[in-house]
């Protein structure tokens, strides 16, 4: 952890509070120089902090800008031993990214997160709306090699670590959609593109690019009108939660990716499911029947019965609910 890091993990730990440039310097080892450094950068960077004669520094208010260095000081220590994290404004596809790193041969767990992205994609080769300064999109490589029945837990445990994130970050209730998307009041707030690389010799996934898109805040100008009815976020305004927000959900993905065989996961996962027990309209390739949802499976699948009262294992595919 840098200087700038050490003072900011400082003055948010005494948030509300003034700490003195001396303590500073005393509890972080570093001259008042250096610290009078730090809170300057900190400042450029949109972090609005107070200073005051014989009283010291005090954060105000935390900027919505990314920055990998602030991520990176709300991590513990094993978890930013743990990945690479590279950040960035805008760019074409965090997930798009996360292939070339892999290209590249890079050899760690490592997180790519973005503002905004220009060619951002959903499932089924869809695009995914990505605007400036609205949503986080993130995408997390997974460099463990799985076996291929653990691999198709990963979505679950993903959209698992997303709810925990949201309600733990801000206390707002959300719910999940089979397989990979994310409501709240009705409306989806954000999505999941997982990709992997398969290894059919030996029957493992030899990597895994997990994608996260969030509508934090309302897209200026609105949701296009294709979007209007059925997208939402979770915010009504801008608020300065980006880097809080990112470190808390690269930590509750770091926990349930490594984890992924905990029975509590795939618990959690029913408990937000608002598809459980409805009935659906269900589209696999060129197959498309209705039916009525009745379990979850623990791999993942989505068990439904269809007209005939014949009973379906999905675990591809898409369903919408049926209105009654």
């Not at 003055?11 to 509070?17: A, D, S, V, Y």
């Not at 005393?26 to 730090?38: H, M, T, V």
């Not at 409501?183 to 690019?209: D, P, Q």
């Not at 979850?296 to 009654?324: A, F, M, P, Q, T």
Request: aromatic residues 6%.
């Amino acid at each position: 952890m840098n200087s700038k890091e050490a003072v900011l993990q400082q003055l948010r730990e005494h948030r509300g509070n003034y700490i003195s440039g001396e303590n500073l310097a005393g509890q972080l080892d570093i001259s008042r120089a250096a610290i009078w450094k730090a809170v300057d950068t900190l400042r450029t960077q949109g972090y609005q902090i107070e200073s005051k004669s014989h009283q010291g520094y005090r954060l105000i208010k935390e900027t919505n800008e990314l920055y990998c260095d602030s991520i990176l000081s709300l991590l513990d220590r094993r978890e930013r031993e743990k990945i690479t994290l590279k950040v960035f404004d805008t760019i074409d596809s965090t997930n798009s990214e996360a292939k070339r790193l892999l290209a590249a041969g890079c050899q760690t767990d490592t997180v790519v997160i973005a503002r905004s992205q220009s060619e951002g994609r959903g499932r089924l080769g869809r695009s995914f709306f990505s605007p400036d300064r609205s949503g986080l999109y993130l995408s997390y490589i997974i460099k463990e090699a799985l076996e291929l029945q653990k691999a198709l837990l990963v979505t679950s445990a993903a959209a698992v670590a997303v709810t925990r994130a949201i309600e733990k970050s801000f206390s707002i209730p959300v719910q999940i959609k089979w397989v990979n998307d994310i409501y709240k009041e009705g409306k989806k707030i954000a999505g999941i593109l997982t990709e992997g690389t398969s290894n059919f010799e030996n029957g493992r996934m030899e990597s895994i690019i997990v994608g996260i898109g969030i509508n934090l805040f309302p897209p200026r100008g609105g949701f296009p009108d294709h979007l209007k009815e059925i997208a939402s976020s979770l915010f009504e305004h801008e608020k300065e939660v980006m880097n809080d927000f990112a470190s808390c959900l690269i930590s509750e993905l770091s926990a349930v990716l490594f984890d992924l065989e905990d029975p509590s996961i795939m618990k959690e996962y029913r408990e937000h499911s608002f598809v459980l027990d409805t009935d659906v309209s269900v589209i696999t390739g060129n197959e498309s029947y209705d039916a009525h949802v009745t379990d979850i499976d623990n791999d993942g699948s989505l068990i439904v019965k269809d007209e005939k009262g014949e009973i379906h294992r999905l675990n591809s595919g898409e369903i919408s609910i049926r209105k009654k």
